[in-house]
């Protein structure tokens, strides 16, 4: 699909929505997740395309844009880098919250045209970016958030490995975890917890309690 082609299948497959914990910001969103996936094949010829991940606020996203938005000290005046950025939920939220500079980062080329849509509806400027930074030496933003991005072991590691590379190049690191299940267990200080409503559409129950962590070198 060309990038015209891609917005318009974006918007032919959501609606815009306003999440329950973070009113302030409207997301073009799907209502269920089967037939957006079939979509999305069946549109890129059935290439094996990863599910459309982009078209939910996801626990983490939520919780993190909610904490930006509530402690704007954080990211304001701050570049911003936001990894695995989904919706861009997260990463609106930090260019609200003052951020001088906000990129996010996606591999799914649905998804960061998603996060351009996301963001032109609510009136911020973003930077949208392809780059996959798990094998990057470190960052040159001031702060690094990411939520959601513990659902899988190799990820897991990788994301720890990179996080810490990240710390070691001085940079403030925020994270958003669901529970589920590969988040490091040690290194991390709690900054917050929330109750996020959740759809049984995309997830095993109504509310995922979701923390948000700072992760600390020693």
Same mark, same amino acid.
């Given at each position: ?5 891609q ?7 959501t ?26 094949e069946?549109?890129?010829e059935?290439?094996g ?14 919780a ?5 938005l ?8 701050q ?5 695995a950025?989904?919706?861009?939920? $997260?990463?609106?939220a &930090?260019?609200?919250?003052g951020a001088?500079? !906000?990129? =996010?980062? *996606?591999?799914d080329?649905? #998804?960061?045209?998603?996060i351009a849509l996301?963001a032109a ?8 970016s392809?780059? $996959?930074?798990l094998? &990057?030496?470190g960052?040159?933003a001031d702060? !690094?958030? =990411?939520? *959601?991005?513990?659902?899988? #072991?190799?990820?897991g590691?990788r994301t720890?490995?990179w996080?810490r590379?990240?710390l070691?190049?001085?940079a403030?690191?925020?994270l958003?975890?669901?529970g ?6 040690d ?8 109750a996020?409503p959740?759809s ?7 509310v ?6 700072r992760p600390?070198?020693?």
């Amino acid at each position: 699909m060309t990038p015209t082609e891609q917005a318009a299948f974006v918007r032919a497959n959501t609606a815009p929505c306003r999440i329950g914990l973070v009113p302030e910001i409207e997301l073009l969103l799907a209502s269920e997740m089967t037939e957006l996936w079939y979509a999305t094949e069946a549109s890129l010829e059935g290439a094996g395309v990863e599910p459309p991940y982009w078209a939910f606020a996801w626990p983490g996203g939520q919780a993190l844009a909610r904490f930006l938005l509530d402690n704007p000290d954080i990211v304001r005046g701050q570049r911003v880098f936001v990894f695995a950025a989904g919706s861009g939920i $997260d990463a609106i939220a &930090a260019a609200m919250a003052g951020a001088a500079d !906000v990129v =996010a980062c *996606d591999i799914d080329p649905l #998804a960061r045209v998603a996060i351009a849509l996301n963001a032109a509806l609510n009136g911020v400027a973003l930077r949208v970016s392809a780059d $996959d930074p798990l094998g &990057a030496r470190g960052t040159h933003a001031d702060v !690094v958030i =990411a939520g *959601d991005v513990y659902y899988q #072991a190799e990820m897991g590691d990788r994301t720890t490995a990179w996080i810490r590379r990240c710390l070691l190049s001085g940079a403030d690191v925020i994270l958003a975890d669901p529970g589920r299940g590969y988040m490091p267990g040690d290194g991390l200080d709690l900054l917050a917890t929330y109750a996020v409503p959740t759809s049984l559409a995309i997830e095993d129950r109504e509310v995922r309690h979701t923390t948000i962590w700072r992760p600390r070198l020693y």
